[in-house]
């Protein structure tokens, strides 16, 4: 239990430990753990006090936590398209403002980063605000800023496949005082912390348990203390996988806002067209070697494509008005610009355990693949790139 029972626990603070050791490495002014990634986005939409009938605009490319946090709020999921940076296109947000939005929650995907500064200026222009999902992206960095310190609040997901993991666990970054106390009280039935003993202790709102335990919030410190080390085996990593995709004509890389801030967990890059890109699924599979690589299109569920649960509004309860209302019109919106750069791309995991022996294997089965399918194809396939990806 992370709060009170003073003398059965010996001192020992474990999750405050690892709050401000994230505050230290991130220079935030406050960090609150979580239970997970999803309850830290859903804490933090409750914290800076969005709501029933407030819009949150949020990209079609994304894991489905993000519009279960804008649910489970009351407030509405408005989706728009994504760029080739794989993350929310600003052009697309501008369209998508209405009087009820209320905050822009961009996703930092696949360890890279949104591109912040027309996202910034929209919430400057329309006092709204900026919620950044940096669950995938712990030590990324946008120009010089650490991802999940930017907006108003940042989320990490501390869950078995990121970067740092203590199996389930998240946390929320923000340099404003009244959110940070907003998430204490939130994650822990509304208890204001003040005192010594819980009992006696008051609720100045209602909150609910999204708390980290102490064990978790244990492993947690241990890994993030590897942090650096992470970051700097993956970049290795991905310097040399993208080095040797890089050989072959006609595979263009996802567009990184700045790559210097990239923390480098998954190589993301774009075959010509959308057949070719199943060929190169289809010619992994068939040689076993698929494993580590994401078509998120067809084959994963972080993609608006998927989402029929979502489209159909399978709620087990009854969502509000407003819920239901934007649902349906999300079930017939258009999606062809996000279709046509996720229909061609394939993401690479990169492994932190890899030797260089290993390494240099993927990379030259992986390339192989390419080479046979592009080999293979009508001319055709590469003049048609520019445009999909358009
Ligand atoms: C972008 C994004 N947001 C939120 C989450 C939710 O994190 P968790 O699994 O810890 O609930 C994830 C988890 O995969 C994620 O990828």
Not at 8 to 35: H, M, P, V, Y
Not at 186 to 196: N, R
Not at 220 to 249: P, T, V
């Amino acid at each position: 239990m992370r709060y009170g029972f003073d003398a059965a626990r010996k001192d020992i603070w474990k999750s405050r430990e690892l709050e401000q050791a994230l505050c230290k490495r991130f220079n935030c002014g406050f960090a609150q753990l979580t239970s997970s990634g999803t309850s830290a986005l859903t804490t933090a939409l409750a914290a800076l006090g969005v709501g029933a009938g407030d819009e949150v605009i949020m990209p079609s490319f994304t894991f489905v936590a993000s519009f279960e946090a804008v649910l489970s709020v009351g407030a509405i999921p408005v989706i728009v398209d994504i760029n080739d940076s794989l993350t929310m296109d600003p052009v697309s947000v501008r369209k998508a403002l209405s009087p009820a939005t209320r905050c822009i929650m961009p996703v930092h995907m696949c360890g890279s980063m949104a591109d912040l500064d027309p996202i910034l200026e929209i919430c400057r222009d329309h006092k709204l605000i900026l919620l950044e999902d940096a669950c995938q992206s712990i030590g990324a960095s946008y120009k010089g800023k650490w991802l999940g310190t930017i907006g108003d609040a940042g989320t990490f997901s501390f869950d078995f496949v990121k970067t740092v993991t203590c199996a389930e666990g998240g946390a929320v970054l923000t340099n404003d005082k009244t959110v940070y106390t907003n998430c204490d009280g939130y994650t822990d039935h509304g208890h204001d912390h003040i005192g010594k003993d819980r009992g006696a202790e008051m609720h100045p709102f209602i909150g609910y348990n999204f708390r980290i335990s102490e064990l978790h919030a244990a492993v947690g410190l241990a890994q993030f203390r590897k942090l650096d080390n992470f970051l700097s085996i993956q970049k290795k990593n991905h310097q040399y996988l993208q080095a040797e995709l890089a050989k072959i004509s006609g595979i263009k890389f996802r567009t990184i806002p700045d790559p210097a801030g990239d923390s480098n967990t998954f190589l993301s890059w774009f075959m010509p067209t959308r057949e070719l890109t199943e060929a190169v699924v289809a010619e992994l599979k068939s040689q076993q070697i698929f494993n580590g690589n994401f078509y998120w299109f067809e084959h994963n569920w972080h993609y608006i494509g998927k989402w029929d649960h979502l489209k159909k509004e399978k709620a087990l309860n009854r969502l509000n008005e407003g819920q239901s209302k934007a649902i349906k019109k999300l079930a017939t919106q258009d999606f062809t610009k996000s279709d046509a750069i996720m229909g061609n791309c394939i993401s690479t995991a990169i492994g932190l355990s890899w030797t260089d022996e290993q390494l240099k294997e993927k990379a030259s089965l992986l390339a192989a693949a390419i080479k046979k399918v592009l080999a293979n194809a009508s001319p055709q396939a590469y003049y048609s790139q520019q445009a999909s990806l358009a």
